[in-house]
């Protein structure tokens, strides 16, 4: 385990690095920046990703040698998992949203060691929204600290989730009304429940670790509890990046939440 005050390095390290690449990606913000599908699952990718992509881990690798990286839009090397200490990158989570112009995507980066993130960070340039958190040090927003929301019923709960999800005809008792918003980024619907803007969020398809790992932290700092549907927890910097579903919210109400969602059984992820 790393001596207290390289841990302090390496937090401001991250936070003066992903400050950089938020200024970096407003450049193309609201810009005719280049856009197309990647080839293996046809999800999009702007030329803003790749810069910024590019930054981080110039700027994290470069300081950190030593430890592992694995970022969405780098092709994933085999030798993160010999390492105990991992940078776990999404350079923009919400690309639909900023290819869109709207201001709901993130860039998120946390440093996972032995699986678990130890510091993470989320940035929303566009709106100045500076998210982070260490292991045991709370969660701050743009340096105020922030709390889960006390909310403890399902009716009536601010969701940041896929509104059509919650009117499928396989759920064997209707859903009570929400107030149901969402957000492209997965990462920033997290950072709304961390910061008590929301009161849960609920996904019920594959999230991958650059999804989760900065966010999981953020919201655990932050009072909140964070797992799989079905309450695994998440474990990340392993063979297989991906997690079959999302449930957050402050300790009430996650557990009305659970006891709706723990049992469902959801089709076999895909490879």
């Not at 390492?83 to 923009?92: A, E």
């Not at 709304?192 to 953020?218: P, Q, Y």
Request: with cysteine; glycine share 8%; hydrophobic share 40%.
């Amino acid at each position: 385990m790393p001596a207290p005050e390289a841990r302090d390095a390496d937090f401001a390290l991250l936070k003066e690095t992903v400050r950089d690449a938020g200024a970096l990606a407003m450049r193309f913000y609201m810009t005719d920046h280049k856009q197309w599908s990647k080839a293996h699952d046809n999800t999009p990718v702007t030329e803003a990703d790749i810069a910024v992509n590019d930054l981080l881990h110039a700027r994290l690798g470069g300081a950190r040698p030593d430890y592992g990286w694995l970022s969405e839009e780098t092709e994933d090397d085999s030798s993160r998992l010999t390492q105990s200490l991992v940078w776990v990158v999404d350079p923009i989570d919400g690309t639909r949203a900023f290819a869109k112009g709207r201001p709901h995507f993130v860039i998120s980066v946390a440093l996972v060691e032995e699986g678990r993130p130890v510091l993470g960070v989320l940035f929303n340039p566009a709106t100045d929204e500076f998210f982070e958190a260490r292991l045991g040090g709370g969660a701050f927003l743009n340096s105020k600290p922030i709390r889960v929301s006390d909310c403890n019923i399902i009716e009536g709960c601010r969701m940041v989730a896929f509104a059509p999800m919650f009117k499928h005809p396989a759920w064997p008792e209707p859903w009570p009304e929400m107030e149901i918003s969402d957000r492209n980024s997965v990462a920033y619907r997290i950072a709304l429940v961390a910061s008590g803007e929301a009161d849960a969020t609920l996904a019920l398809n594959g999230k991958s670790d650059w999804d989760l790992a900065a966010a999981d932290i953020i919201l655990h700092e932050a009072g909140g509890r964070m797992t799989a549907h079905d309450g695994t927890v998440f474990f990340y910097n392993r063979t297989s990046t991906r997690h079959p579903s999302l449930l957050a919210a402050g300790p009430a109400l996650y557990d009305k939440l659970f006891a709706k969602v723990g049992a469902i059984k959801l089709p076999p992820r895909r490879p």
